[in-house]
């Protein structure tokens, strides 16, 4: 059963808008979350990450949100450019080595 | 450019046969992971290793065997290729702390016919 879901299997926004990426966690001993990019034919590359003792953590465009007693945390991208389009991953951790990631969410940045 | 370097890019077995999927860094990192990834299911760990000697199970380890000989390498062996083992497999590699993440290599895409 996963244990980190993202619901929405694609997004389509505007260039110059906000990107609102959003992972659900059912696991409550997860403590440190990460979003990863992935463009095709490549692997994933990190993006950013968060800690379970904070709410927020921010690193120029992007933002990750974490609400733990909603087990939700969101990604924000402002403003959205056309590089940002590929598929981000959500994914956490319990034990700070091994993640367990959502299935994805693509993203696609029109111009 | 330092990073993780998988090889080979593209592979196609036939069912029952085996191979070696081969991971190498040369960042000095003490961890290191296996996913694949498929349609609809993100990545999912197959096996990790939290310093040379050491590997364990992860999710989805059946049909699959690692070990851990040096700090730099991680192969990934196939026993006897299956069709359900069509896949995209990526290795990972991390020094510490896990808030910065695992550097991924570019992935190997392998298809069993």
């Known amino acids: ?111 | 450019n330092a990073g993780v370097t998988q090889t080979p890019k593209f592979q196609v077995l036939k069912t029952g046969q085996s191979m070696t999927l081969q991971c190498a860094q040369d960042m000095n990192h003490e961890y290191m992971s296996w996913y694949r990834q498929d349609p609809g299911m993100g990545l999912r760990l197959i096996h990790y290793s939290v310093g040379a000697g050491i590997t364990d199970q992860g999710e989805v380890p059946n049909g699959y065997n690692v070990s851990r000989s040096t700090t730099e390498d991680f192969p990934l062996r196939l026993l006897s290729a299956a069709p359900s083992q069509t896949s995209v497999y990526f290795c990972a590699s991390m020094g510490g702390p896990i808030s910065y993440g695992y550097t991924f290599g570019s992935g190997t895409r392998l298809t069993v016919v």
């Not at chain 1, 993006?47 to 007693?69: A, C, H, M, P, Q």
């Not at chain 1, 389009?85 to 700070?96: I, K, M």
Request: net charge neutral; aromatic share 12%; charged share 20%.
């Open chain 1, 1 to 111: 059963d996963q244990q980190v879901k993202q619901n929405s299997p694609s997004l389509s926004v505007q260039e110059g808008r906000i990107s609102i990426l959003n992972c659900d966690y059912t696991n409550s001993m997860f403590d440190y979350f990460l979003w990863y990019k992935k463009y095709p034919a490549e692997g994933p590359t990190f993006l950013i990450s968060i800690s379970s003792i904070k709410d927020k953590n921010e690193d120029g465009r992007f933002t990750v949100f974490l609400n733990k007693s909603a087990k939700h945390l969101s990604l924000h991208i402002v403003p959205s450019q056309p590089g940002d389009s590929a598929v981000y991953f959500c994914a956490a951790s319990v034990d700070d080595y091994k993640l367990s990631f959502g299935a994805g969410t693509t993203v696609t940045v029109r111009a």
